[in-house]
């Protein structure tokens, strides 16, 4: 989006919906989110989705303390209690250095993203998967890919699952330093026109004929896939006393990443300043503490347990 583009847009999809609630919801990959929210709201939409600091930014929204501040200064009213988000933003960001997690920065405008416009919530699954093979210095280079990928693909939508198909086949043409040497069966099934068949003919000929001129590919071809009824995959994931979130969760993700879930390690706990003392010295004293971090205001401190 760009702020033109969002006043444009906001005004037919508010004169198509009449009376229904319209959200607002962007991410700040090419820095621009932040402008375009604000356009939304000049335009008359009242629920705008942020995100609280150090999670905001970056490839994600926009941070709430700015949108709060920006719209007040417009002379709009927030609900927001600032103040008590404040609290949850600081300890947030005592985790993320504790656990040297990247903190949300502001993204510099970058025109590049309107070619791939590959989405914020891809992005930096593809920044980890990249790093976890060392090859996170490949990055701008699967980007790039990725316009290319998208065009011979007939510009597909970027959005679930579109872009996990583009994005995923730019990464292994550029890992194998090779273009379609190797295909997902996921953009397969996109060529032969499984899911939709305007996105199939749209497809640039060759590419296509690259595509589907493998055994993989007539394999895909003679498979019937299954369309069963709600009823029937409600006893396939657990039956009837099984909550539609979870049957849900179980469909879409899985079930041994359900499974997984009611696995998940203990809890860790973090100590910061606000807790009282004798708080404060029980957890020192713990045998098993590994190090402590402690901020006020610009100064940190960080001590570690020795080997």
């Not at 002379?75 to 949300?104: C, F, I, M, Q």
């Amino acid at each position: 989006l760009t702020p033109d583009r969002t006043r444009t847009l906001v005004r037919l999809i508010k004169q198509s919906t009449g009376a229904i609630p319209l959200e607002f919801h962007a991410h700040c990959n090419n820095g621009l989110a932040p402008f375009n929210l604000l356009e939304a709201v000049k335009e008359g939409i009242r629920i705008v989705h942020t995100a609280i600091p150090p999670l905001a930014n970056g490839s994600s929204q926009p941070s709430v303390f700015n949108v709060v501040n920006n719209l007040g200064a417009l002379g709009y009213k927030t609900l927001v209690n600032v103040d008590a988000l404040k609290p949850a933003s600081e300890h947030l960001t005592w985790v993320a250095r504790r656990e040297g997690l990247p903190v949300g920065r502001p993204h510099e405008y970058d025109q590049a993203w309107y070619g791939h416009q590959v989405p914020g919530g891809m992005i930096s699954n593809l920044r980890h998967q990249l790093k976890l093979m060392g090859k996170e210095d490949m990055l701008e280079e699967v980007l790039a890919e990725t316009a290319q990928v998208r065009a011979e693909l007939g510009y597909p939508i970027m959005v679930t699952p579109f872009a996990q198909f583009v994005g995923s086949q730019a990464a292994i043409n550029v890992i194998l330093g090779e273009r379609y040497k190797e295909v997902t069966d996921q953009v397969i099934q996109y060529a032969l026109g499984l899911w939709g068949k305007e996105g199939s003919d749209a497809m640039d000929a060759a590419v296509k004929a690259k595509i589907l001129h493998r055994a993989r590919a007539r394999e895909i071809e003679k498979i019937a896939y299954p369309e069963p009824t709600l009823e029937e995959v409600r006893r396939q994931y657990g039956g009837a006393d099984l909550s539609d979130e979870e049957l849900l969760l179980r469909f879409y993700a899985g079930p041994e990443f359900v499974d997984a879930l009611k696995f998940a390690p203990p809890r860790k706990h973090y100590l910061d300043a606000r807790q009282p003392l004798v708080r404060l010295v029980e957890e020192l004293s713990r045998k098993k503490l590994a190090h402590v971090f402690i901020r006020k205001g610009d100064f940190s401190l960080t001590a570690r347990r020795g080997e």
